[in-house]
């Protein structure tokens, strides 16, 4: 299996921050990469795929890059709304994996 | 526009066998490419897959847990089922169904259910 590791797990930020979070693969998945956002009690929702391609309809502040096995999620101006835990997944071989997660609390 | 929900019993006793239907409109899964696939969350834990199942009756499942698992599908209900045997109160957790669907370069879970939580407890 492909191991996902996320850092950080946690940050405290403020509205207005620029948000970075690292997403490591164990082995090499090419851009296969997927971005979620969760929130209490909701269902994850889709940000990014192929690494870096915003899902239709998510906030152009969002953005993601990387391929092989390191790969980012950054928040370019931190809103209220975001406040929320972040996961990868990746989806180059099964079992499509996920990472930890990073919540991503308000200061 | 795609939607998704899963239903099942809230509650199920260890050693039961579970059995989840996610009902899904907005997409065929006698469309080529298209899968719907399973995730979990224990409670304050991370996401963890589960299977998948294509438009073409392929089906993959997470190697941890292959034994226990097998999915299926009626493509005429709109309908992907579940099922999972021996329960045990670490499959306590939410349930989550997904759409994966291509979106021109790959294909990656973009609608998903609301989610339903399973307790198992005796």
């Known amino acids: 299996d492909i191991q996902l590791t996320q850092s950080p797990s946690f940050l405290s930020a403020s509205v207005g921050d620029r948000v970075t979070i690292t997403c490591r693969a164990s082995q090499g998945i090419s851009s296969y990469l997927a971005w979620y956002q969760q929130k209490p009690g909701k269902a994850p929702k889709l940000l990014i795929y192929a690494a870096s391609t915003l899902q239709s309809g998510v906030p152009s502040r969002f953005s993601g890059s990387g391929s092989g096995t390191e790969f980012t999620l950054t928040i370019s101006s931190l809103q209220p709304e975001d406040f929320a835990t972040y996961y990868c997944q990746q989806l180059n071989s099964y079992p499509f994996t996920f990472g930890p997660g990073t919540k991503v609390d308000i200061k | 526009q795609i939607t998704l929900k899963e239903s099942g019993p809230t509650l199920v006793k260890p050693t039961q066998t579970l059995t989840l239907t996610c009902t899904f409109s907005?997409?065929?899964?006698?469309?080529?490419?298209?899968?719907v696939g399973w995730i979990r969350q224990p409670p304050g834990k991370a996401l963890e897959w589960l299977a998948l199942i294509y438009w073409n009756d392929d089906k993959r499942y997470s190697p941890s847990l292959k034994s226990r698992l097998t999915i299926t599908k009626d493509t005429s209900k709109n309908q992907v089922v579940l099922t999972m045997t021996n329960m045990d109160p670490v499959d306590t957790a939410t349930y989550y169904c997904?759409?994966?669907?291509?979106?021109?370069?790959?294909?990656?879970?973009?609608?998903w259910g609301q989610g339903t939580l399973v307790t198992v407890s005796s």
């Open positions: 907005g997409f065929s899964l006698s469309t080529s490419g298209v899968g």
């Open positions: 997904a759409h994966r669907g291509d979106l021109g370069i790959g294909k990656y879970f973009d609608y």
